[in-house]
């Protein structure tokens, strides 16, 4: 019984071959990365940390720009993705740079994948011990597999209406002619996702 589980749970995790063009193969690995972003165990309390702190918290901002792409946001994930990048967070700057390959922008792609890279190799990002700590998790573990199971069907990633429905209703800064409305992290929001879930 225990053979057909792992072999279920290996394809699940296998890598799919390649899409047919580089912005179908952008857009699908960069659903995988937020997939995985999401599932961090640190996730919530990096979440909880920038929205109850002064301070800048790029893992927060990470997972906020993460939520907001999975739930339809995607101008508001970028501006997130891109506070996150300029707070240190290499691995949002890979996300914006999978995002702008999967809009066919080579150029901007290109400048994102070389800043990840530039930031890899400076000093990584410390989390205070209380995010490594705590047990929270950001999203029911079925939401989790359920992203995950999109992601390898090739899919797009999309949270239960629920769970979207409150990310839909956070206050939003500002009509930014960059990006749009830009949703602002609120300090319930951790509770209000638990609630819905």
């Given amino acids: 019984m225990r053979a057909p589980l792992a072999a279920a749970g290996t394809q699940l995790l296998a890598a799919p071959g390649p899409l047919p063009t580089d912005q179908e193969q952008a857009a699908h690995e960069l659903d995988l990365a937020v997939a995985l972003v999401l599932a961090m165990p640190t996730a919530a309390p990096s979440l909880s940390l920038l929205a109850n702190s002064r301070n800048i918290h790029p893992e927060g901002a990470l997972v906020l720009g993460a939520l907001l792409y999975v739930s339809g946001h995607r101008d508001g994930s970028q501006f997130w993705l891109q506070f996150a990048a ?39 990002p410390m989390l205070p011990q209380q995010v490594l700590d705590s047990p929270d ?45 830009v949703p602002k992290v609120s300090a319930s929001l951790i509770h209000e996702l638990a609630a819905a879930g």
């Fill in 86 to 124: 300029g707070g240190g967070s290499h691995t949002a700057a890979s996300l914006l740079s999978l995002l702008h390959r999967s809009l066919g922008e080579v150029l901007d792609a290109q400048v994102w994948r070389h800043q990840a890279v530039d930031l890899a190799a400076g000093r990584e």
């Fill in 137 to 181: 998790e950001l999203l029911p573990r079925a939401v989790r597999d359920d992203i995950l199971a999109r992601c390898h069907e090739g899919l797009d990633i999309r949270l239960p209406p629920r769970l979207a429905a409150v990310l839909h209703q956070l206050p939003v800064d500002s009509d930014d002619p960059e990006y749009g409305e």
